[in-house]
């Protein structure tokens, strides 16, 4: 057995509070594309006549909702997508093993909540929410499924708006607050699925005060920080080696 997936087994264990800081990879077993990868969704040949990344921009939303809505749709929205492993144990210690957990996610996709996980930080938003931008009317993601490609708010005609951070927004300081708290009272740090390109994000890790870093990523991460372990494999099967050894345990 790989030391490393022992010896985060042993690290998850004995921790007293654990931040699992995931991004795209870690949906990627539930048949969800990341971004970045050699098969990422910035890698696919567009549409659109214009690249992925730049239609998930907010300049691009605001002069191109009907493209926006369509890509948004067909990539962002996997209405089939379930937990893989991955978001399947994260809840599990959380519910099984009662650890005190926090998920903060880049993902938006809500796998972590339908999983079971209660304590997830959502850094860039989430699919299930949409509101009108002119009256702020909340809409759920059955309504905006029903509505035609660009939903319009029933009570007074305005844009409905994803509650998802596209590039040139700024993340929602109360999010930020809750995230930087939970990684300065950690004694675990836990990184899955993440590059670690998309800032502010990626900055988040240097409010971890503690040496008790692992890495499950499928390519090696270049992290400017001292790790004590590093596991480039899926993460779902890397999680499913630890929960066997966690069973044993009891």
Request: charge should be positive; charged fraction near 25%; include cysteine.
């Amino acid at each position: 057995m790989d030391e490393t997936i022992l010896k985060l087994a042993k690290a998850i264990k004995s921790a007293k509070n654990i931040v699992f800081f995931g991004g795209a990879g870690v949906s990627t077993e539930s048949g969800i594309k990341d971004f970045r990868s050699k098969d990422g969704l910035y890698n696919l040949k567009s549409k659109y006549g214009v690249n992925y990344e730049t239609i998930l921009s907010h300049t691009y939303y605001e002069y191109n909702k009907d493209i926006f809505f369509k890509f948004y749709r067909e990539f962002m929205i996997n209405k089939e997508a379930k937990p893989n492993f991955a978001h399947i144990f994260l809840a599990k210690l959380e519910n099984e093993y009662h650890k005190n957990i926090t998920i903060i996610t880049q993902n938006i996709d809500n796998l972590h909540q339908v999983a079971g996980s209660k304590n997830v930080i959502e850094l860039h938003g989430s699919i299930m929410r949409n509101y009108c931008e002119k009256c702020a009317h909340f809409y759920t993601l059955k309504d905006i499924l029903k509505m035609d490609n660009i939903p319009l708010c029933r009570k007074c005609g305005g844009y409905i708006k994803p509650d998802v951070v596209l590039y040139e927004e700024g993340l929602n300081s109360n999010v930020i607050t809750k995230a930087l708290i939970s990684l300065q009272e950690a004694n675990l740090l836990i990184i899955g699925g993440t590059s670690l390109n998309v800032y502010p994000a990626s900055s988040f890790i240097s409010y971890f005060y503690g040496d008790n870093i692992f890495v499950i990523n499928k390519e090696k991460l270049n992290i400017n920080r001292k790790i004590e372990g590093e596991i480039n494999y899926p993460i779902g099967e890397t999680f499913k080696k630890i929960d066997e050894i966690l069973t044993n345990y009891k």
